[in-house]
């Protein structure tokens, strides 16, 4: 049973991977029907202000006895740093061995690694700090690509956002779809994207960075079952062919096929969630033309097969 939380704070820690831990487990919701979380902060100096990445400090004013008989450990991000305190490290390797749940969320991935809690056990981290993980814990096997990884009392999640989907998983899995849904219709984000999927979600309409083409973005947009050629877009847009493709991957990062194809993918990715039309004509709506077509690009974008994603997020009745 999920029942006591104990969150393991340190020196330079990260307040929104903590302020993560903290609105999931610990807030009362039981007014929502949310059972109540035993919810305590940690640290080796408990009372004593602690440094955060954001120029402030916080304070955590219990121990670490706390997590003698936590259920949940929770490891925000913080700095990266060669060595970790020896007491949490130790704290950390009896609470798994008698079978807590450790849960970090980014950076939090390094405390468990220096633990040796990580060696020949899936797990994520942030990308931006993969090639430093595989150097300092080689043995542990790390995936830098997906949101987080669940293996079985070690959770470990990706940067920021993905802490959330970390938290309302491990919700899910040990309390219950309904549990996880009254948690996240509060904090007000969407149902629980998959682990699996990439950590570069493409926001839903991505703007250029200058003004000169957003009007032949929109008509893109707004008309994804149009085969967009390279001359009839540098015609809309009253430029040379050459003089448009170069301008469009400047202001865009990519090519006008490749982007038109992220924004069909991801106008699926609504039809999937608000409505109960079938593949093949979601596939004709978001202009892929065929399933098949729209599987491959969906997997490749999103990370997961389209059925897949909307048993997860539909949110039709």
């Known amino acids: 049973m999920l029942q006591k939380?104990?969150?393991v704070l340190?020196?330079?820690?990260a307040l929104f991977e903590f302020g993560v831990l903290s609105e999931v487990f610990g807030i009362d919701r039981t007014d929502d029907g949310v059972?109540?979380?035993?919810?305590?902060?940690?640290?080796?100096?408990?009372?004593?202000?602690?440094?955060?990445?954001?120029?402030?400090?916080?304070v955590a004013p219990y121990g670490l006895e706390q997590l003698e008989d936590a259920d949940l450990i929770g490891l925000p991000a913080t700095t990266w740093r060669h060595a970790y305190d020896e007491r949490i490290l130790d704290a950390l390797r009896k609470a798994e061995a008698r079978g807590a749940i450790l849960l970090t969320v980014c950076s939090?991935?390094?405390?468990?690694?220096?633990?040796?809690?990580?060696?020949?056990?899936?797990?994520a981290t942030h990308w931006r700090y993969a090639s430093l993980f595989r150097e300092q814990f080689p043995d542990a096997k790390l995936d830098a690509d997906v949101l987080f990884v669940d293996d079985g009392n070690i959770i470990t999640s990706a940067?920021?956002?993905?802490?959330?989907?970390?938290?309302?998983?491990?919700v899910r899995r040990e309390l219950g779809s309904a549990?996880?849904?009254?948690?996240a219709r509060r904090m007000v984000v969407p149902p629980q994207r998959d682990g699996g999927q990439r950590q570069y979600v493409e926001v839903p309409v991505p703007e250029s960075t200058g003004e000169s083409l957003q009007p032949v973005l929109d008509f893109m947009v707004d008309?994804?079952?149009?085969?967009?050629t390279v001359p009839d877009l540098a015609r809309r847009a009253q430029m040379s062919d050459r003089t448009f493709a170069r301008r469009f991957v400047a202001e865009t990062g990519t090519t006008p096929l490749k982007w038109v194809t992220t924004q069909r993918v991801l106008h699926a990715r609504t039809l999937l969630e608000q409505t109960k039309l079938g593949i093949e004509q979601i596939a004709s709506e978001s202009g892929f033309g065929t399933a098949a077509l729209l599987r491959h690009h969906f997997r490749r974008v999103v990370g997961v097969p389209p059925q897949d994603y909307r048993r997860t997020f539909q949110t039709t009745a």
């Open 5 to 7: 939380v104990a969150v």
């Open 223 to 228: 008309n994804l079952t149009v085969e967009h």
């Open 35 to 58: 059972p109540r979380f035993d919810f305590k902060v940690c640290s080796t100096r408990p009372g004593e202000p602690l440094r955060t990445t954001s120029h402030s400090q916080v």
């Open 179 to 183: 549990v996880a849904t009254r948690i």
């Open 10 to 13: 340190m020196e330079d820690v």
């Open 108 to 123: 939090g991935a390094f405390v468990l690694g220096a633990a040796g809690l990580l060696d020949g056990r899936n797990c």
């Open 159 to 170: 940067g920021t956002a993905a802490g959330i989907d970390a938290c309302l998983h491990l």
